[in-house]
């Protein structure tokens, strides 16, 4: 394993290591090549049952990839702020309509367009659970669970939550229409169990929804636009910080991943629904369990 790890890395820094990111403190380890390849895991695994975090942290040190601190925050919200575009690009008919009906029912108590005013309620509920309590813990515990070993033990245990959700839960049949306040808030719980490396956030959202009886459509519709207020609540919050930690020598690598991780998302989106449509999660339980395995037998 060790010896296969060497190899590729040894192959990744010798065809590409004139293409280093210049910073004003020296060379980042890391080329365009693999701000290419990030963006493209980053992108894909962000809304599959599989966690993006995990897949992005094993490949920077199968790879040898090394993101400096001062460019680490940088990079990572500039891929998820493309994997939201992605989400908007996507729905963005139907995003349409939500807010077109919130605005109608807000202003002429429209019947019709209840259901979409009282969804985008929700949508804001969960958002606050989520950024209230991903942004204290993460002020409070930081990366505490960022190594190695806890990356491992969660990607199995995602995968045996894969196959729980696919083989474990009876199909529900609430629809957007039966949702309440409390789904929302346990929906936003789900969001926050992302923090640790190796738990999905689109697989513990659906793992919960699923688990109140909601139908597989709605708790993937809600989970994955879900991100979009989310992801841009939590980049406002660090907008200080990623202000400070932002370089023009980081442009043309921030560039490269940005639009590989707005592609690659598109793919993964579609993929994941008609994923879930035909139920066929065990595929990535699978995937979590072998590649959990692996990274712990190479520690």
């Known amino acids: 394993m060790d010896m296969l790890i060497n190899m590729v890395r040894a192959l990744i820094n010798e065809k590409y290591d004139t293409f280093k990111i210049k910073s004003i ?3 980042f380890h890391m080329s365009y090549f693999e701000a290419f390849l990030l963006g493209l895991i ?38 998820h702020i493309a994997s939201v ?28 367009s209840k259901s979409n005013y009282q969804f985008t309620i929700l949508i804001f509920i969960s958002t606050i659970t ?31 939550l894969l196959i729980l959700i696919e083989h474990g839960l009876s199909p529900g049949n609430r629809s957007h ?5 409390k789904d929302a808030i346990i929906i936003g719980f789900g969001q926050v169990a992302s923090l640790i490396p190796g738990i999905s956030r689109t697989g513990s959202s659906l ?44 442009l043309l690598a921030l560039s ?16 994941i629904i008609s994923l879930v449509e035909h139920t066929r999660l065990t595929f990535f339980a699978c995937f979590c369990i072998a590649f959990g395995s692996l990274y712990w037998a190479s520690l």
């Not at 599959?48 to 040898?64: E, V």
């Not at 229409?177 to 306040?181: E, N």
């Open 25 to 27: 403190g020296g060379y």
């Open 42 to 79: 980053q992108g894909l695994s962000e809304f599959l049952p599989i966690s993006s975090t995990a897949l992005m942290l094993m490949t920077q040190r199968l790879l040898d990839i090394s993101i400096g601190e001062d460019f680490k925050l940088a990079f990572e919200t500039f891929l």
């Open 85 to 112: 575009l992605a989400v908007i690009f996507y729905f963005r008919q139907e995003l349409l309509n939500i807010l077109q009906d919130f605005w109608s029912y807000s202003k002429e108590k429209n019947n019709d």
């Open 130 to 160: 989520t950024i209230g309590i991903m942004t204290f813990l993460e002020t409070n515990i930081g990366e505490t669970f960022t190594t190695p070993e806890t990356v491992a033990v969660s990607l199995i245990t995602s995968g045996f």
């Open 177 to 181: 229409k039966d949702l309440t306040w």
């Open 207 to 250: 793992f919960l929804a699923l688990s109140l009886r909601i139908n597989k459509q709605t708790a993937l519709r809600y989970t994955i636009i879900l991100s979009i207020p989310v992801f841009f609540g939590m980049s406002i919050v660090k907008l200080p910080e990623l202000i400070r930690s932002y370089k023009e020598t980081q």
């Open 256 to 271: 490269i991943a940005f639009i590989t991780s707005f592609l690659s998302a598109l793919v993964g989106i579609k993929w």
